[in-house]
């Protein structure tokens, strides 16, 4: 695992000076004019902000890196339905880089613009024109080398056999049959968990009823009625003791842990592995491509043919089924 130490701010950048002769006036009125068309909250914080990185002389390359980075961070947090900066938490940042991670972005972008993205957040905060509670403490994420990848079936039975806590098994098989991202999971409420129509509803966004349904498997609801009842929380479905939801950052150190017991910490498993080896599982029993997008979420269906991968056995059987009915066409034609 690599340590990603995002500190608040950027690298002091000064060479190839993008002022006065060098072209900013074209460049910053090229990107001023990008975010006037764009509905996204805090947009007169990014204006500011990109004339600061101006005045301070950065380079065009970092300005640019900047302004993407930051544009896709916004556009994320209006998708959870989030207007004002200052109901920033820090969780939404972890899910953001959840969600880029989802996205098939390779993992130094990834850390690239979660540094660029604290840097503005930290500027914001310096300007008092948000509070600094998300950022009180410095953002350590540890973000894996490699893009997380399906787990094999006999290491998910290796998994599954020393998870005995009952709200830790509960959360690692919602995951593991339903493939919602885990801020999905540790944001859900009772109300959106049917465990008679063994369905759970996700919702984009908190002011609308935008969302996906996903499906409960058998040991899913075995392992969710058996925590309810023995926890029987009041809002959030996974809570501490204080009805907060678990954090990101707990529920990642918890995978790692029973990783650990089950010897697999060296296979490089993240616990968003766990969606990967849903969508992988699905499509090897046969699911069509269609309906997985539908259930992982993907706007685009090509990111799920990149998130899926089909076994070496599926192809091989595969094969051997379309190449029997070439050879029994061939034979036909022969008679």
Not at 306 to 335: C, H, P, Q, S, V
């Amino acid at each position: 695992m690599t340590q990603a130490h995002v500190v608040s701010h950027e690298p002091h950048d000064k060479e190839e000076p993008v002022n006065g002769q060098h072209g900013t006036p074209t460049l910053i009125n090229h990107l001023l004019s990008k975010l006037s068309l764009l509905g996204l909250p805090a947009k007169e914080h990014c204006e500011n902000y990109l004339r600061y990185k101006v005045r301070a002389n950065h380079k065009r390359s970092t300005i640019e890196g900047s302004f993407t980075s930051v544009l896709l961070f916004l556009t994320f947090y209006g998708s959870l339905g989030k207007t004002d900066l200052k109901d920033l938490q820090r969780a939404d940042l972890e899910t953001f880089i959840e969600h880029e991670q989802d996205r098939g972005m390779h993992i130094t972008t990834v850390k690239t613009r979660t540094a660029w993205i604290v840097a503005f957040l930290h500027f914001l905060i310096e300007q008092e024109l948000i509070p600094g509670t998300a950022l009180k403490k410095r953002i350590r994420f540890k973000l894996p080398d490699l893009l997380p990848r399906a787990m094999h079936p006999d290491d998910v039975k290796k998994l599954l056999s020393i998870i005995d806590h009952t709200r830790d098994r509960a959360l690692i098989l919602l995951l593991l049959r339903t493939g919602i991202r885990i801020g999905e999971a540790l944001s859900l409420t009772i109300d959106d968990i049917d465990l008679k129509g063994r369905k759970v509803h996700l919702y984009q966004g908190e002011k609308n009823d935008r969302g996906r349904v996903v499906y409960l498997s058998n040991d899913a609801v075995f392992s969710l009625k058996r925590w309810l009842r023995w926890r029987d929380p009041e809002k959030f479905v996974f809570a501490r003791k204080e009805e907060a939801p678990i954090s990101y950052s707990a529920a990642r150190s918890l995978f790692r842990k029973y990783l650990v017991e089950a010897g697999l910490d060296h296979k490089g498993y993240t616990v968003h592995s766990l969606r990967h080896t849903y969508a992988s599982e699905l499509l090897n029993a046969g699911m069509r491509l269609e309906v997985l997008q539908q259930l992982l979420g993907h706007q685009d269906i090509e990111m799920t043919r990149r998130y899926a991968r089909l076994t070496d056995r599926t192809r091989e059987e595969e094969y051997f089924r379309a190449m029997a009915k070439i050879e029994k066409g061939a034979d036909d034609g022969n008679d």
